[in-house]
T-cell receptor, first 109, second 116 residues
Framework: QQPVQSPQAVILREGEDAVINCSSSKALYSVHWYRQKHGEAPVFLMILLKGGEQKGHDKISASFNEKKQQSSLYLTASQLSYSGTYFCGTEQGNTPLVFGKGTRLSVIA | EPEVTQTPSHQVTQMGQEVILRCVPISNHLYFYWYRQILGQKVEFLVSFYNNEISEKSEIFDDQFSVERPDGSNFTLKIRSTKLEDSAMYFC??????????????FGPGTRLTVT
């Protein structure tokens, strides 16, 4: 089942912070976050696993609430390069990743 | 840094024709995937492949689609008789080990398929 992302779009000025949310109605094993710039491939940002393990880039932070089946991606002190569409992908354990519809982030000077 | 490569970058074909999209996954990766993204929409899973066989496939991956690993490096997606609605960006991805979500997937740059 497709996860639900919110907000659908957000506009930030450089230096501002944003939170992107991803929620599922199913029990999750992992949540993956990717960023896709226009015309390019999705780029891996972070994995959050049931039980608290995380893997990802140092400058990205995220949380995974296992009870609520929700994950949040925290973008702090945004830069122009953060612009793109952020997708969460959820996985229930030995199942394919199912991606949300994405959150379009625009960072302006 | 190792990366997934895909060829061609853009393929234009007529409805009813067969197309083969090619991918070279990262060399030490064991799981391979194909995804589709219709313009402006979300990334959709098509199929995963491990140990020379399909692990999972979605409803989109019907009899018109097939995948193959013809040699030790290439991973191909064949669409037997293309339809207009097959027009999309097709991404190949690979991951290092088991499929249980513990390992990140690395995406190739994609092949834009246009069916006319």
């Amino acid at each position: 089942q497709q996860p639900v992302q919110s907000p659908q779009a957000v506009i930030l000025r450089e230096g501002e912070d944003a939170v992107i949310n991803c929620s599922s109605s199913k029990a999750l094993y992992s949540v993956h976050w990717y960023r896709q710039k226009h015309g390019e491939a999705p780029v891996f940002l972070m994995i959050l696993l049931k039980g608290g393990e995380q893997k990802g880039h140092d400058k990205i932070s995220a949380s995974f609430n296992e009870k609520k089946q929700q994950s949040s991606l925290y973008l702090t002190a945004s830069q122009l390069s953060y612009s793109g569409t952020y997708f969460c992908g959820t996985e229930q354990g030995n199942t394919p990743l199912v991606f949300g519809k994405g959150t379009r982030l625009s960072v302006i000077a | 840094e190792p990366e997934v490569t895909q060829t061609p970058s853009h393929q234009v074909t007529q409805m009813g024709q067969e197309v083969i999209l090619r991918c070279v996954p990262i060399s030490n990766h064991l799981y391979f995937y194909w995804y589709r993204q219709i313009l402006g929409q979300k990334v959709e899973f098509l199929v995963s492949f491990y140990n020379n066989e399909i692990s999972e496939k979605s409803e989109i991956f019907d009899d018109q689609f097939s995948v193959e690993r013809p040699d030790g490096s290439n991973f191909t997606l064949k669409i037997r008789s293309t339809k207009l609605e097959d027009s999309a960006m097709y991404f190949c991805a690979s991951s290092e080990r088991v499929r249980t979500g513990r390992y990140e997937q690395y995406f190739g740059p994609g092949t834009r398929l246009t069916v006319t």
